[in-house]
């Protein structure tokens, strides 16, 4: 199974995260470990950690980093205009616009590492409730899908449209944890929570309309893999996302409303 890597990386510049997949492999179990066994061993014995001043900072970086990522990206896609939108593929190597493309690229998917810190601090503060299916199987898509793609398909290319909503998504739901981790819990009343939610399942409707766009056009060359890929992911996600809306902002509205009564 694993003479697949022996392949050369789709580009050559060979950085942290991108090659081999034994560090990515280990991240991600020690992630699961962590989360599922040793951080609630950990914790069992200890009252939760107070973090608001770490997700302070926390929250704060990550809105700098992905909204700086966002903004260069836009410039990028809609000024410099390396791209055609219709059918993006990945720039040669020669191109003057492949560095840019590579840094922007690899940016992204290093920060879906830091992601992962989400978790860990729900641990610490013991607010279990809060790792969900979803919650784990999405912070663990994007580590490793970020891997594969660029592993054999290389920086940038079709799943930069995505790429550039999720960093949108991101600024919007880190500016949220950043406003809620700073209010104690009884006083939360957040009427744009549920919103969130349907902005998450937006992007992964554009990005399933973008995705048939493409294997429209006539001649492109998008890899068929990487299309099939974008599209059962973001169905996957959006079916996921939205039986999360339904239970937890439409069958709840009832019970809010008798326990109220």
């Given at each position: ?8 990386p ?13 560090p ?10 962590f989360?599922?066994?040793?951080g609630?061993l950990?914790?069992a ?13 926390y929250?704060?970086?990550q809105i ?7 903004m ?8 410099v ?13 020669d ?5 840019v ?6 940016a992204?998917?290093i920060?879906k590492?830091?992601?992962?810190l ?6 610490l ?5 809060q790792?969900?299916c ?12 970020g ?18 909503l ?22 939360r ?9 349907i902005?998450?399942m ?5 990005v399933?309309?973008?995705?048939i766009w ?5 001649k492109?060359e ?9 599209l059962?992911a973001?169905?996957?996600l ?8 339904t239970?937890?902002y439409?069958l ?7 326990i109220?009564?």
């Open positions: 199974m694993f003479e697949v890597f022996n392949r050369p789709a580009d050559p510049v060979q950085l942290p995260l991108a090659v081999g997949p034994w990515v492999i280990l991240i991600v179990t020690g992630y699961l470990l989360v599922l066994k040793l609630r950990f914790m014995n200890r009252a939760p950690y107070d973090l608001r001043v770490v997700l302070k900072v929250n704060l970086l700098v980093y992905n909204s700086t990522l966002f260069l990206a836009i410039y990028v896609i809609f000024v205009r390396p791209f055609d939108l219709n059918c993006i593929t990945v720039l040669a190597q191109n003057p616009f492949k560095r493309e590579r840094v922007l690229s690899y992204y998917y920060n590492y830091f992601d992962l989400d978790t860990i601090f729900i641990v503060r013991k607010s279990y409730k790792i969900s979803l919650h784990l199987l999405h912070h663990l898509y994007m580590p490793i899908t891997y594969f793609v660029i592993r054999f398909n290389g920086y940038g290319g079709h799943l930069i449209v995505a790429g550039v999720n960093l949108f998504v991101h600024v919007v739901m880190y500016s949220y944890y950043y406003i809620s981790s700073q209010i104690p819990p009884a006083k009343r957040f009427w744009w929570k549920e919103y969130i939610t902005l998450q937006l992007q992964f409707v554009i399933f309309a973008h995705t493409t294997l429209m056009q006539p492109c998008v890899p068929k893999a990487l299309t099939q890929m974008s059962l973001a169905t996957a959006f079916l996921m996302f939205a039986n999360f809306y239970h937890a439409i709840a509205k009832p019970k809010k409303k008798q109220n009564d």
